[in-house]
């Protein structure tokens, strides 16, 4: 299985740039195609789709997220944070078959 | 508008079978391209794929469950169903309906809290 690995926390301040990492066990490209995507989780709440095959960004999110990367390095970036971006965030590949990063909290310093 | 709502026991104890019923709207799963997934996630922990059910009836697992799990669909009720055989504690969780959008989980139920407890 392809194995996500992700910090556990991030301490951030509002209005400032967050630069959160994902690094995979395998190459989750192929042929050009990026097989990495992104959720948003809130406590109590379902995770949300954010962005898909590396930097699409889903329908409805904010301009402020994006999706970068390639290989086996992978970031999403959230700027400016604002106090609603307080949250969990994972990553997942669909390469093999699902699965995802242990998860960011991203936290207000 | 797709909405998908997950119900279930509540609780059960060790050894027994969980079944899961997966209710949704807004979509069906005989159209072409639409598959339907299980996600569960322990509390304070992360995330763990179980299976997926396609419209044309096909069907994947997590290797590592696979023996336990059986994922099927009754698409004139718009449904789907998860049956997870010889539960213990390790299997308490929040289990998550999914609808899959080519790659990824586009759109999640709210979730049902599963308890193994003897």
């Known amino acids: 299985d392809i194995v996500l690995t992700q910090s556990p926390a991030l301490p951030v301040s509002l209005e400032q740039r967050a630069t959160i990492s994902c690094k995979t066990s395998?190459?989750?490209?192929?042929?050009?195609?990026?097989?990495m995507h992104w959720y948003q989780q809130k406590p109590g709440q379902q995770p949300k789709l954010l962005i898909y095959?590396?930097?699409d960004l889903a329908s409805g999110i904010p301009a402020r997220f994006s999706g970068s990367g390639s290989g086996t390095d992978f970031t999403l970036t959230i700027d400016p944070v604002e106090a609603d971006d307080i949250a969990t965030y994972y990553c997942?590949?669909?390469?093999?078959?699902?699965?995802f990063g242990g998860g960011t909290k991203l936290e207000l310093k | 508008q797709v909405t998908l709502k997950e119900s279930g026991p509540g609780i059960l104890q060790p050894s027994q079978t969980l079944s899961l019923t997966c209710s949704f709207s807004?979509?069906?799963?005989?159209?072409?391209?639409?598959?339907v997934s299980w996600i569960r996630q322990p509390s304070g922990k992360g995330l763990e794929w179980l299976t997926t059910?396609?419209?044309?009836?096909?069907?994947g697992y997590n290797p590592s469950l696979k023996n336990r799990l059986t994922i099927s669909k009754d698409t004139s009720n718009n449904q789907a169903f998860l049956k997870i055989t010889s539960v213990d504690t390790a299997d308490t969780a929040i289990y998550y309906c999914?609808?899959?959008?080519?790659?990824?989980?586009?759109?999640w139920g709210q979730g049902t809290l599963v308890t193994v407890s003897s």
């Open positions: 999914v609808r899959r959008d080519y790659n990824w989980f586009a759109y």
């Open positions: 395998q190459n989750v490209d192929n042929y050009g195609i990026s097989y």
């Open positions: 807004g979509f069906s799963l005989s159209t072409s391209g639409i598959c």
């Open positions: 095959g590396g930097s």
């Open positions: 059910i396609c419209w044309e009836d096909s069907k």
């Open positions: 997942q590949q669909s390469k093999d078959y699902p699965t």
